[in-house]
């Protein structure tokens, strides 16, 4: 299933929708980058990503703690805040490339931490003006995993 590069989600069940069709394309291994304003929904589309995978763990914002783990029927997902670190270095120090590649890892304020992941999708979130329900996700693929994934605008 190609991944569309722009996809507007006018309310909390089509982000649920399109957090679970993102859960069918995931595979361990996989890095996902999440960046938008604070009250974008990225914590929203974790919960509704682990709920897609099977996991019935509470989902909540690992901004104080980090990371949060959760167990899925597809193995673990890696849930990361990186809003509090300074950067790579201090990201890596968690060690995260240790963990990465047996898990699914999902990082809100990914792009701070980009550059420590060669292989990623990002997903922008930005709030749609005049909508506080809508969001509209930018979508975009770094690396051979996710050449040829991406889409048309949705």
């Known amino acids: ?14 982000t649920n929708a ?3 069709e993102l859960a069918k394309v995931l595979r361990v291994g996989d890095v996902v980058l999440l960046d938008g304003p604070i009250g974008a929904g990225k914590t929203h589309f ?3 990503l ?21 167990e899925t029927d597809r193995g673990q997902l ?3 805040d990186a809003y509090r670190l300074s950067g790579v270095a201090e990201y ?3 060690g995260i490339d240790d963990l990465a590649p047996e898990a699914i890892t999902v990082v809100e304020w990914g792009g701070t931490v980009a550059a420590a992941h060669p292989e990623h999708l990002m997903i922008e979130f930005r709030i749609v003006d005049g909508d506080d329900n809508a969001r509209e996700l930018l979508l975009s693929g770094i690396g ?3 050449a040829g994934k991406m889409g048309a605008q949705a």
């Open 144 to 146: 051979q995993r996710w």
């Open 1 to 14: 299933m190609p991944l569309p590069s722009q996809i507007t989600c006018r309310d909390i069940a089509q």
């Open 92 to 94: 890596r120090d968690l």
């Open 78 to 80: 890696l849930h990361l």
């Open 50 to 70: 682990a709920s897609a995978m099977g996991s019935n763990d509470n989902v909540t914002s690992p901004t104080y703690t980090i990371m949060h783990v959760y």
């Open 18 to 20: 399109f957090a679970a």
């Open 46 to 48: 974790v919960r509704a």
